[in-house]
């Protein structure tokens, strides 16, 4: 079973910068497709980026594309999600998540997740 512990979220004025971590135990993730999800209060889960286990293939949503970039470090079994032009509509709990068993684009497909970790953007 594989924990995964987020890390590095937090307040920040509108056009600032933030870099959120992924750190997994349990075992390797080395294998495994990881992303990021996030979540507004009253929203629905909404997938962020996506990254191949090799690291060599990403995926974003529209709304963060040129702005977000997803990267990961396989030797230190951590994902990173470095958030740049934050914007208040940015403003959500984001979510790590590994083992898509699915579409990569789907939160049900994911098996495992963090608890967490909020940012939240003032204008």
């Known amino acids: 079973q594989v924990q995964l512990v987020e890390s590095g979220g937090g307040l920040v004025q509108a056009g600032g910068s933030l870099r959120l971590s992924c750190a997994a135990s349990g075992r390797t993730v080395s294998s495994d497709g990881m992303a990021w999800f996030r979540q507004a209060p009253g929203k629905e889960r909404d997938f962020v980026a996506h990254?191949?286990?090799?690291?060599?293939?990403?995926y974003y949503a529209d709304s963060v594309k040129g702005r977000f970039t997803i990267s990961r470090d396989n030797a230190k079994n951590t994902v990173y999600l470095q958030m740049n032009s934050l914007k208040p509509e940015d403003t959500a709990d984001y979510y790590c998540?590994?083992?898509?068993?699915?579409?990569?684009?789907?939160?049900?497909?994911?098996?495992?997740w963090g608890q967490g970790t909020q940012v939240t953007v003032s204008s």
């Open positions: 998540a590994a083992s898509p068993g699915g579409s990569i684009y789907s939160s049900l497909a994911y098996r495992h």
């Open positions: 990254i191949s286990s090799s690291g060599y293939y990403t």
